[in-house]
């Protein structure tokens, strides 16, 4: 069985968002058992900081590294020509081909990620309000990456068990 | 100011549709400063006040829009709250351009 570039390319990549998947699946459930309210997140303690330090990281290298690396490599695999496209077309072209439920959602899951990085400090109320959004949020990540896991295993599925110009005769 | 007057309708569009028709609207930071380069686009938004709940929903909203209109460059849009004394916003005051 030879696996092409391209797939290798893929199957590390789906790798390393896994791991983050991961790591931001525990930070979630941490969070629910903490049941932070508008009053905690003024004045958080130690542990709590770092929890949501820890949620926000692993929840921006998720959005990142899915936006800019999972899914170039899968349109790569399955042989588009992305070179052309900018973001917000390979988006869409992901939803076109069943990957991704709504390109216009993945927006908006970038924008929430795109607050963390926000340079001016927010005010309380909107802090908890953003908090709770990335929360909604980081699920909606979390289903969208498992589908990508069960569409890539498909795909790959497909590759051995049909198109012979990937597999050598044994 | 280093924008061109169909960049800031849409900005001015943006705030309307997402913080009411009588928000008011300032544009800061560097891209007032027609000596400078480049830089963010750094915005400041009081809501109407039929528009003041839920800052951050309004606030992506209105980021998904201007994306649409201005591509993928980046927007910092700070809300005003009432009372508001966070050093950004007297800072947008004093320093912006309200857009009418």
Known sequence: MSISPEQLALQHIQAVCQGHADALSEALQDMQLRALGADDYTHLNKDDRRLLDQFAYRYTRLQDDMGARLMPSVLKAMGEDIAPMSAIDRFARLEQLGWLDSADNWLALRQVRNQFAHDYPDSPTERFERLQAAVQAARQLLTIMAQFQRKAIGAENRVRGNDGSHSPPT | ?100
């Open chain 2, 1 to 100: 100011m280093r924008l061109t007057t169909d960049q800031i309708q849409a900005i001015r569009a943006a705030a309307s549709s997402t913080f009411g028709d009588k928000a008011a609207v300032w544009l800061f930071g560097s891209r007032v400063d027609d000596a400078k380069k480049g830089g963010d686009i750094d915005v400041l938004v009081r809501p109407a006040p039929t528009a003041d709940d839920e800052p951050f929903a309004r606030k992506i909203r209105m980021l998904i829009l201007l994306e649409r209109v201005l591509g993928a460059r980046k927007i910092d849009v700070v809300v005003e709250q009432a009372n508001d004394l966070r050093p950004i916003v007297a800072v947008a005051h004093a320093t912006g351009i309200q857009i009418p």
